[in-house]
């Protein structure tokens, strides 16, 4: 079947086999959350790869497998394989199995896999999906989190057996919380109660959809349902019962243990307001025991997330985030017997972190600058040491002593497993190189210079791969979105589009313009009420710095971005007529309708300091909205939306296109059913190919 659809698709016009093909997509493998044994000996990491679909006939799936390694030999091999992938892995206390959860088609269940070999026995099973489990060093007891709907858990005797209901009120209007528990026989012709018994039967069975929260927007649905999560232990022998640990309706969002019975929770700084109204949080001690929660720490405004507490367990690392604007979370330091707090005075996102054996140090992952390097702390003086490279990205990491084990993307590979012991880094597998030995790859240049605000923006120049010099060739701007996402050589999402755009004869710049991630707060909030004219200033100077080379161009260039970048490529174009040709992917164009279409909807605010009713904010959203400038754009634009994308929603594109189209511009408009706003990173792979072959087949009638 591949070796159908690559036939099918170099037929498009064919080029060199050692370049980047469109198909190579479905070779890499990301390696991820790599992990040391208990005694150092041993690791493992998981494997995500793209596998023909068994039951679909040319489409593909995602497995997700496990492997462990031998620390003295640095080899390893897969643990298990098959359609059913495997997610939350975690060591057992002895190191001599591993848990995980694997979903045979059903619910997923906590499996435990013996490394002295046999197959992975079953540790539950629950009529609900099972997450995250681990076992405790502290009571060997095994703690995993399943779901359940606030509808359901009024109902289940098991998971309720106090027919508890909530404290925070259901902003149902004029009715009490207690309303929805009723014994009343469903009859639409009975009386009050019984209609509305007949009327939960039918929002049961799927006949309506009744909306009373602000959050109901998902990824790729509506949804009034309320999500709870129960925190469950389970005694690991024969017969034994899992217990839930805490109540559902408190809303744990994040919990580590202190001892056999004491734990740190976070929790709402509020109780009695609806969940989707507090966006401030506090953390807790709870007390198993007695079900007591005590404050450790609440401040108006900010909420916590990311607990790790130190191996002594007197310490505890969390991040403080402001619960409105924009700014960087900031990482802290409590001592929890004392409740001094140290800040880390480190101002980027920081993805992970570990605490060295002794406590005396962390261990961090910051995105800066376009990688993401492992970074030393040393609390007491306070110094930071980078011990791994500034220009590529380690996408998770472990540490045993002075060794540490990581997944790396880097220009040359999107993703292999790595090692790092006496300031030596060794490669430890060969996932992608092999397929990648005799590839032509185009390499990423990094350039700075200095924006009308005084900040230095850094930009990337790739050359096309075959580049001859005198020659000129087209040139592509890509935008990244967020807008506070960060872009780079350490940056694994675009690895394959890159090198797929430079394999096709284009150059390619991109950047990290004002309101980017990786260079601090000042610079993430320098776009605030300015999404349009600053950052376009950013992009347009380093498209002319990538001209200024030489090699490029002018008649033959090409701009493209999803998400913000959707909405910068089409205020771009709005603006300017540069561009030969443009592609707008899952863009926000009109942004009083995103407010209430997206489920982003809060960047309205944070951004944009009010709401589309405030008269003031009404004025700056339109000002910033690019269709507000839609009978400027000239420039042919193709328009890419996943049908069911509620991140950004999809009336966006459809304002745009629709206008447009009404104006007889030259426009092209593709939807891809099913596909959420994650189509091209994590999407359908059939899709993914299909989206990255339009726009090249779009820009080639231009260009």
């Not at 189509?679 to 779009?698: K, V």
């Amino acid at each position: 079947m591949r070796l159908f659809l690559f036939i099918l698709f170099v037929s498009f016009g064919a080029f060199a086999q050692n370049n980047i093909q469109v198909t190579d997509l479905l070779k890499i493998k990301s390696v991820g959350k790599p992990s040391f044994s208990p005694d150092g000996q041993k690791f493992f990491y998981t494997v995500t790869s793209v596998e023909d679909d068994p039951d679909t006939k040319g489409d593909f799936v995602y497995q997700t497998h496990l492997y462990v390694g031998d620390v003295a030999s640095k080899s390893s091999r897969a643990m298990t394989s098959g359609r059913y992938s495997i997610s939350g892995a975690n060591w057992s206390v002895d190191g001599k199995s591993i848990l995980f959860t694997r979903d045979l088609g059903n619910k997923a269940q906590v499996f435990q896999l013996s490394l002295a070999g046999g197959e992975a026995l079953a540790l539950t099973n629950s009529k609900v999906s099972i997450q995250n489990p681990v076992i405790s060093k502290h009571d060997g007891r095994l703690y995993y989190t399943s779901g359940i709907s606030l509808k359901d858990f009024y109902v289940d005797s098991i998971a309720n057996p106090r027919h508890l209901i909530p404290a925070w009120s259901l902003e149902k209007p004029k009715l009490a919380n207690s309303s929805f528990v009723s014994k009343a026989k469903a009859n639409p012709n009975g009386t009050i109660e019984e209609v509305r018994a007949y009327l939960a039967q039918n929002e049961k069975d799927k006949k309506a959809k009744v909306i009373n929260r602000l959050q109901f927007q998902e990824e790729m649905t509506t949804s009034g349902e309320i999500q709870l999560s129960t925190i469950y232990s389970l005694n690991l022998e024969a017969g034994a019962k899992a217990v839930a640990l805490n109540n559902p309706l408190h809303r744990w969002s994040d919990w580590e243990q202190l001892d056999a019975n004491t734990f740190l929770v976070i929790l709402p700084a509020d109780s009695l307001t609806h969940p989707d109204k507090v966006l401030e949080s506090q953390i807790v001690r709870f007390d198993a025991i007695s079900k007591t929660y005590k404050s450790v720490l609440m401040k108006a405004g900010y909420r916590y997330s990311n607990l790790s507490i130190n191996n002594k367990g007197d310490q505890v690392a969390f991040f403080e985030s402001k619960s409105t604007g924009v700014s960087n979370p900031v990482l802290k330091v409590m001592n929890l017997a004392s409740g001094v707090i140290q800040d880390v005075t480190l101002d980027r996102v920081i993805t992970q972190v570990k605490w060295s054996a002794d406590d005396a140090k962390l261990y961090l992952t910051p995105q800066d600058q376009g990688a993401v390097p492992i970074v030393e702390y040393t609390l007491a003086t306070k110094k930071f040491t980078t011990l791994t490279s500034t220009i590529e990205g380690v996408l998770g990491f472990d540490v045993v002593g002075d060794q540490f084990i990581y997944a790396k993307t880097s220009i040359e590979n999107p993703s292999e497993l790595y090692m790092l012991a006496n300031g030596k880094e060794s490669r430890l597998t060969d996932f992608n190189s092999i397929w990648l030995k005799d590839k032509q790859l185009a390499k990423a240049v990094k350039h700075q210079f200095i924006n009308k605000l005084g900040q230095t923006v850094d930009y990337w120049v790739m050359k096309p791969i075959g580049y001859q010099e005198g020659k000129k060739y087209p040139l592509v701007v890509e935008i990244h979105g967020g807008p506070t996402a960060m872009w780079g050589t350490g940056e694994a999402s675009m690895w394959h589009e890159f090198q797929y755009y430079a394999a096709r004869g284009y150059g390619i710049v991109y950047c990290n313009p004002r309101g980017s991630g990786g260079y601090g707060t000042p610079f993430m909030a320098s776009n605030v009420k300015d999404w349009g004219a600053g950052p376009m200033a950013d992009v347009m100077r380093v498209t002319d710095l990538a001209i200024k080379e030489g090699w490029a161009d002018t008649t033959k260039l090409a701009v493209t971005g999803g998400s913000y970048a959707g909405y910068l490529v089409a205020w771009i174009v709005g603006h300017t007529n540069r561009f030969k040709v443009a592609a707008s992917q899952r863009g926000v164009y009109e942004l009083s309708t995103f407010f209430g279409e997206g489920n982003a909807w809060r960047l309205v605010p944070n951004y944009f300091g009010g709401y589309p009713w405030e008269k003031a904010t009404r004025a700056v959203l339109d000002r910033e909205s690019p269709l507000t400038y839609v009978a400027n754009i000239k420039t042919p634009l193709i328009i890419f939306h996943g049908e069911n994308d509620l991140r950004t929603g999809v009336i966006q594109s459809e304002m745009l296109y629709k206008s447009l189209k009404q104006m007889g511009r030259e426009v092209e408009y593709v939807r891809h059913p099913g596909a959420s706003h994650e189509i091209t990173r994590a999407g359908n792979n059939r899709q993914r190919i299909d989206q990255m072959l339009r726009t090249w087949e779009f820009f080639a009638r231009y260009l």
